[in-house]
């Protein structure tokens, strides 16, 4: 969708518009980089620096290079929200929820087990009062006849 | 420790040895990459840039700055052995599992409540057994007398 976006558009893509040069048709950056995203450009390139993106799409294959530049574009807007952290704040907040359902998950499965023990039991005692009950009733029907 | 040992050897940083350049005592990057950590930097300079890393160094506090060397560290370490995705990778495997485990939660509270409501139904067939059976103990007393 970017790429047609700015296939479409006569103006520059949003890189050549920021470092102001000429967006020539083979322009690494166009496809990616549409005219109307100008923030998407201006993140990465604060963070990674316009010539490591563009060697950094040089060594990927073409069908890669949309998900390269969206998951750089995703790890530069952590980073200018969370200049400390970055996309790392994330990944510990995420991993702190794993450790947190992970004890919640075992927590549920050995209260399940404890009734499926007492289940067990319930069910045993309620045979044995029955067989009780039908010997009962037996020898009540014998003493009668 | 980096500082530390960054501090007590009189080799230059890692930064500035791989940049070739004298290591000033006042050198931003020394306190964070030590001489015998020579890939961190490497890695955060293929990745981000010396430059983009000491402006974004000078935009924090300095006892902020060992942590977001840290996550430049490992960010560029995830970006290099995963081109495409680097850490945003992390992340959606991490999403990934999250949203197993709340599965498999909510499974298992729904088993749960499950067996709660069988317990209680159980509990109270044991209950009206005994009563049952106690009634026949007492009329077979009754007829004895």
């Known amino acids: 969708m970017s790429s047609s976006s700015s296939l479409s558009s006569n103006s520059p ?66 980073r200018l929200r969370d200049p400390v952290y970055g996309c790392v704040g994330v990944i510990s907040l995420l991993q702190h929820q794993l450790r947190q359902l992970q004890m919640d998950l075992s927590c549920a499965k050995s209260e399940l087990s404890k009734y499926q023990n007492l289940g067990g039991m319930c069910v045993q005692s309620l045979s044995t009062l029955r067989l009780s009950l039908c010997g009962i009733v037996r020898i009540l029907r014998v003493k009668r006849v």
Do not use: W
Request: aromatic content about 10%; charged content about 25%.
């Open 13 to 78: 893509c949003a890189a050549c518009k920021f470092l102001r040069r000429k967006c020539q048709p083979e322009c690494t950056f166009a496809p990616y980089f549409p005219p109307d995203q100008p923030q998407k450009f201006a993140n990465v390139h604060k963070v990674f620096g316009a010539s490591n993106v563009t060697k950094l799409l040089n060594e990927l294959q073409p069908h890669q290079r949309e998900d390269a530049v969206n998951s750089l574009a995703y790890e530069a807007d952590m």
